[in-house]
């Protein structure tokens, strides 16, 4: 084995500059993302964790502004109802109109689609979050930002969009793209604050 120098042992790998500087992106320019650096993205989580080997994760790629710009209507509609319902503030048309346009910014998205009659039940959305990581990561990696996208963008409006069949359900949407600008990472608790050994008190 290969002794490490003292500057490659305090030295962090790649990997770990990765991590640190991964945020999530909301707003982005719309230069495009080249295909090349779309397929290394999706192959990281094509070699995601996933259980039994079962790969119940399908990724669907969409760049059609069309189909995104009905989505976003969809979704803004779909907003002022939810939010009346529940009986929160509605925001006035504008202020919900820039939310989305800047949720739709990117020049493409990922929906982490995962297969409900794959073998090993109850553990496909999990497969899904783990590859939506992988996907996160490896973007960052290649000087792209991301989101993980849920709520915001309800599945249900996806499915029907984007004729996703009834098989699959999605684990998030996210958008790819070079971000108008990076955002301060937001303050994180100290890691003793969140790490106990052998008991948790």
């Given at each position: 084995?290969?002794?490490?120098?003292?500057?490659?042992?305090?030295?962090?790998?790649?990997?770990?500059?990765?991590?640190?500087?991964?945020?999530?992106?909301?707003?982005?320019?719309?230069?495009?993302?080249?295909?090349?650096?779309?397929?290394?993205?999706?192959?990281?989580?094509?070699?995601?964790?996933?259980?039994?080997?079962?790969?119940?994760?399908?990724?669907?790629?969409?760049?059609?502004?069309?189909?995104?710009?009905?989505?976003?209507?969809?979704?803004?509609?779909?907003?002022?109802?939810?939010?009346?319902?529940?009986?929160?503030?509605?925001?006035?048309?504008?202020?919900?109109?820039?939310?989305?346009?800047?949720?739709f910014s990117a020049?493409?998205?990922?929906?982490?689609?995962?297969?409900?009659?794959?073998?090993?039940?109850?553990?496909?959305?999990?497969?899904?979050?783990?590859?939506?990581?992988?996907i996160m990561l490896?973007?960052?990696?290649?000087?792209?930002?991301?989101?993980?996208?849920?709520?915001?963008?309800?599945?249900?409006?996806?499915?029907?969009?984007?004729?996703?069949?009834?098989?699959?359900?999605?684990?998030?949407?996210?958008?790819?793209?070079?971000?108008?600008?990076?955002?301060?990472?937001?303050?994180?608790?100290?890691?003793?604050?969140l790490v106990f050994?052998?008991?948790?008190?």
């Amino acid at each position: 084995m290969t002794n490490r120098t003292t500057d490659e042992e305090t030295r962090d790998p790649p990997f770990f500059e990765v991590v640190e500087k991964r945020v999530s992106v909301r707003r982005y320019k719309p230069d495009p993302v080249p295909q090349v650096h779309l397929e290394k993205i999706l192959n990281s989580a094509r070699l995601a964790p996933n259980s039994g080997n079962q790969q119940a994760c399908r990724y669907l790629v969409v760049r059609d502004r069309e189909k995104l710009d009905k989505l976003k209507e969809d979704c803004i509609k779909t907003r002022e109802s939810v939010l009346r319902a529940r009986g929160d503030e509605v925001p006035d048309e504008e202020t919900l109109r820039k939310h989305y346009n800047d949720v739709f910014s990117a020049p493409l998205y990922i929906l982490v689609l995962v297969d409900k009659t794959a073998r090993y039940k109850g553990y496909e959305d999990k497969d899904g979050s783990i590859a939506a990581c992988h996907i996160m990561l490896a973007a960052r990696a290649m000087g792209y930002g991301t989101v993980f996208y849920t709520d915001s963008v309800p599945e249900e409006l996806c499915m029907k969009n984007f004729d996703i069949p009834e098989k699959y359900s999605r684990t998030c949407m996210i958008p790819v793209g070079v971000p108008e600008s990076w955002p301060e990472r937001r303050n994180r608790l100290p890691l003793d604050e969140l790490v106990f050994y052998e008991k948790i008190t």
